[in-house]
């Protein structure tokens, strides 16, 4: 009889289907091969509050009264939902207490935990120490921001009673290391990506003929730590399409200045895992300009970068955070300077103007790919979860 495993999360699909990023959703159907998983995650309108995902048994916990309200977490993230409506920040204590419930009620049930996210699922199981042994696992923002007073101490709290400590970059662990102490032993792995999915043969030309121009992809939410401003600004003179593939608190602003600086650019909305699939593989660099935010936010290792590397996407990012974890400057792709127009616009026309570097950084790209295979990550967690259990 398999033993059961509760996860925790704030980013999970709420149908099938579904445009919210599905890393924790992959991470568990390769959990489901070792354990009996349980999802716990936050409510949303026109979500079922309890369903059976391939396997997976997923509950979401109703945080208010009125269903049409529970718009803290979706669509993106938490964080960024409160600066684009701050009238939401009311919806936090409400979010807290329900997960701390919902959690306490599932504790009855599982073997172990493993717990995405310091902050929300962090600080909730701050408060359900010792009940049961977990995993906590640090994705970025989490890490780098929210650690003044209370976060600091409820972090505290949770890295002491952990059973094991993961982040999804060296960069992470030396952040949580520096910040935090008990933090000796930290296990870094990344988010992985589903190579049976992603591939370069999902490649479809008719993209490429409908703009007949070369196409340069953006895939991330529109918030400050994503850097889209920086791409647009450098697209000014490269004779390419720019897709922006996303929404958030920033996208208005983005629109404006496309329009403003005349950038041949088609903002397309969030797509779902299989839409993205196709513009992977079809577009002809991907890029990711990725930037410290002002309150110290900053990317783990971003898994649209995994996905298109395994769609065969020569990469050109910021140096930022974890990111240089999956891209090597000069062979899958370039690094850039964080926010450095100037080096995003050479590294850009560099890749689109030789058809040879080109077709090697693809090749470069789908070989490192292999390292971040999501079945060798679920591999990895197993080990850490039979350990605490």
């Not at 669509?75 to 009311?90: D, F, M, Q, T, Y």
């Not at 600004?233 to 496309?258: C, W, Y």
């Not at 140096?319 to 850009?348: F, H, Q, R, W």
Request: glycine share 8%; net charge positive; proline share 5%.
């Amino acid at each position: 009889m398999k033993k059961r495993l509760l996860v925790t999360a704030s980013t999970f699909p709420r149908w099938g289907n579904d445009t919210e990023p599905k890393f924790i959703y992959d991470l568990c159907m390769q959990l489901s091969k070792y354990y009996d998983v349980t999802a716990l995650v936050p409510a949303a309108p026109g979500a079922r509050s309890e369903e059976m995902m391939e396997g997976i048994t997923v509950k979401r916990f109703a945080y208010f009264p009125i269903a049409a309200m529970q718009t803290l977490a979706y669509p993106g993230a938490i964080v960024p939902r409160i600066r684009e409506k701050k009238s939401r920040v009311l919806l936090v204590p409400f979010f807290f207490l329900a997960q701390y419930f919902a959690t306490r009620r599932e504790l009855k049930h599982c073997d172990a935990v493993l717990v995405n996210w310091f902050v929300p699922q962090g600080v909730t199981q701050s408060f359900l120490r010792k009940r049961k042994p977990y995993i906590v696992s640090g994705l970025g923002g989490d890490v780098t921001s929210l650690n003044g007073f209370p976060f600091r101490w409820f972090k505290q709290r949770v890295i002491d009673d952990a059973g094991a400590l993961t982040v999804v970059s060296q960069d992470l662990k030396r952040t949580l290391q520096t910040r935090y102490k008990h933090t000796r032993y930290v296990s870094v792995i990344p988010m992985g990506v589903d190579l049976a999915f992603f591939g370069p043969d999902h490649r479809d030309n008719a993209l490429r003929k409908k703009t007949g121009k070369p196409v340069v992809l953006f895939v991330a939410r529109l918030v400050e730590k994503k850097g889209a401003r920086y791409l647009i600004e450098a697209m000014q003179d490269i004779d390419a399409k720019l897709l922006i593939v996303g929404d958030g608190p920033e996208r208005e602003m983005l629109e404006a200045q496309v329009r403003r600086l005349n950038i041949d650019c088609e903002f397309l909305g969030p797509k779902n895992k299989t839409e993205l699939q196709t513009l992977y593989a079809s577009c002809d660099v991907f890029v990711a300009p990725s930037v410290i935010a002002a309150d110290g936010d900053k990317d783990g290792l971003p898994v649209a970068i995994l996905e298109a590397m395994a769609s065969g996407a020569p990469i050109v990012a910021s140096d930022v955070a974890g990111i240089s974890d999956a891209v090597e400057d000069g062979g899958n792709g370039y690094l850039t300077k964080p926010g450095n127009v100037d080096d995003l616009y050479g590294a850009i026309m560099r890749v689109l103007s030789g058809v040879e570097r080109h077709e090697r950084f693809s090749r470069e790209s789908i070989k490192l790919a292999k390292r971040f295979d999501f079945v060798e990550i679920g591999k990895e967690y197993k080990k850490l979860i039979d350990g605490v259990m």
